[in-house]
């Protein structure tokens, strides 16, 4: 069966449900912490959180999709867009850009779009979660400054109003992103101190986020391509075997490295160490046995190889600020 095509504005055409590219400071926040539902018959459920302000507009949005869909939407734009995709997956091209953005778990694209026009292809019967930032163009510009090439690009081509894209294709979400978007999601500070909150935290994913745009060259220069090859098959094993006990030795032998490169070359090529990478693995899979099966804490510190519960849930507590059994119990509640 051929893909449904809409136009955004057949289902955002919401009179509270605001433009995820729109800055400024009219727009609708969710001050409450809860999550504002949508339907449409034909698109799904969208739930979304919305908090703007002057010059950035953060938006926590997920979509149940009922059929397939390509959703294609014409509206000019002249904000910079930035979007961290956390689960399901997602086909963009934007017009004026060459390359197809596949959006991934773990994936994330900043693009520049002045004159609007994207298609995104969104599966049938699929669950979508992306935490997305729009910032003011002049905003963002001031904020970049212009100290290296790719800076100097990006000015250049906010001038001329051309579209771009930070990086070809999509880059890896590292874990220090990860931890500050699952803070910005569940931000619990009230009134002036939320706002700083939520504000400084955002400046600080966007901070991550071009120090991995400005330095993949000097990266590619440090990393052999071969090497650079069997990183990333690495990256998939442990994406495969996050829950078996490994060590850099074996690692090493696996895949023809010695630990030095194996050590320092993940590190380089992904943001995050060996070891960092599969403890996010871990506890990600924690808490999707937490939020959607129905276990107990225990058996789910018995899943990932912990003789003892207490020390699992200091583990996960250290890793997304939840105790095991309060983050149960919130999934819960959202979910509801």
Same mark, same amino acid.
């Given at each position: 069966?051929?893909? #449904?095509? *809409?136009? @955004?504005?057949?289902?955002? /055409? $919401?009179? =509270?449900?605001?433009? +995820?590219?729109?800055?400024? #400071?009219? *727009?609708? @926040?969710?001050?409450?912490? /809860? $999550?504002? =539902?949508?339907?449409? +018959?034909?698109?799904?459920?969208?739930?979304?959180? @919305?908090?703007?302000?002057?010059?950035?507009?953060?938006?926590?949005?997920?979509?149940?999709?009922?059929?397939?869909?390509?959703?294609?939407?014409?509206?000019?734009?002249?904000?910079?867009?930035?979007?961290?995709?956390?689960?399901?997956?997602?086909?963009?091209?934007?017009?004026?850009?060459?390359?197809?953005?596949?959006?991934?778990?773990?994936?994330?694209?900043?693009?520049?779009?002045?004159?609007?026009?994207?298609?995104?292809?969104?599966?049938?019967?699929?669950?979508?979660?992306?935490?997305?930032?729009?910032?003011?163009?002049?905003?963002?510009?001031?904020?970049?400054?212009?100290?290296?090439?790719?800076?100097?690009?990006?000015?250049?081509?906010?001038?001329?109003?051309?579209?771009?894209?930070?990086?070809?294709?999509?880059?890896?979400?590292?874990?220090?992103?990860?931890?500050?978007?699952?803070?910005?999601?569940?931000?619990?500070?009230?009134?002036?101190?939320?706002?700083?909150?939520?504000?400084?935290?955002?400046?600080?994913?966007?901070?991550?986020?071009?120090?991995?745009?400005?330095?993949?060259?000097?990266?590619?220069?440090?990393?052999?391509?071969?090497?650079?090859?069997?990183?990333?098959?690495?990256?998939?094993?442990?994406?495969?075997?996050?829950?078996?006990?490994?060590?850099?030795?074996?690692?090493?032998?696996?895949?023809?490295?010695?630990?030095?490169?194996?050590?320092?070359?993940?590190?380089?090529?992904?943001?995050?160490?060996?070891?960092?990478?599969?403890?996010?693995?871990?506890?990600?899979?924690?808490?999707?046995?937490?939020?959607?099966?129905?276990?107990?804490?225990?058996?789910?510190?018995?899943?990932?190889?912990?003789?003892?519960?207490?020390?699992?849930?200091?583990?996960?507590?250290?890793?997304?600020?939840?105790?095991?059994?309060?983050?149960?119990?919130?999934?819960?509640?959202?979910?509801?």
């Amino acid at each position: 069966m051929a893909a #449904l095509v *809409l136009n @955004s504005s057949d289902i955002i /055409d $919401f009179s =509270t449900f605001p433009s +995820p590219q729109e800055v400024g #400071l009219k *727009l609708p @926040s969710n001050t409450s912490g /809860d $999550f504002a =539902t949508h339907y449409h +018959p034909k698109a799904g459920t969208i739930k979304y959180k @919305s908090i703007g302000f002057p010059h950035m507009h953060l938006m926590d949005i997920r979509w149940t999709t009922n059929e397939e869909i390509k959703l294609y939407d014409s509206t000019p734009d002249s904000t910079v867009n930035i979007n961290f995709q956390m689960s399901g997956q997602l086909d963009t091209h934007f017009f004026g850009l060459k390359q197809e953005l596949c959006m991934r778990p773990h994936k994330h694209n900043l693009v520049f779009a002045p004159e609007g026009g994207d298609l995104n292809h969104i599966r049938a019967n699929s669950g979508i979660e992306m935490f997305h930032l729009s910032l003011d163009k002049a905003f963002f510009a001031d904020a970049i400054g212009c100290d290296d090439a790719w800076s100097e690009a990006v000015l250049n081509n906010l001038d001329l109003g051309r579209p771009f894209a930070g990086a070809k294709g999509t880059v890896d979400t590292t874990h220090q992103m990860l931890r500050l978007i699952s803070d910005l999601r569940n931000c619990t500070a009230a009134g002036p101190m939320r706002n700083l909150l939520i504000q400084s935290k955002a400046l600080e994913l966007l901070a991550f986020q071009i120090g991995q745009f400005r330095n993949p060259l000097r990266v590619r220069e440090e990393i052999r391509p071969d090497d650079a090859e069997k990183l990333h098959q690495l990256k998939d094993y442990l994406d495969s075997h996050f829950l078996a006990e490994t060590s850099l030795t074996e690692l090493s032998r696996i895949f023809v490295l010695n630990e030095f490169k194996v050590k320092k070359g993940f590190k380089a090529l992904f943001g995050t160490s060996v070891f960092a990478y599969l403890r996010q693995l871990r506890m990600e899979y924690a808490g999707n046995l937490l939020r959607n099966c129905n276990m107990s804490v225990e058996e789910v510190a018995d899943v990932l190889g912990y003789e003892y519960a207490q020390h699992f849930s200091i583990a996960f507590k250290k890793f997304t600020g939840s105790t095991p059994s309060g983050f149960q119990t919130s999934s819960k509640t959202v979910s509801a």
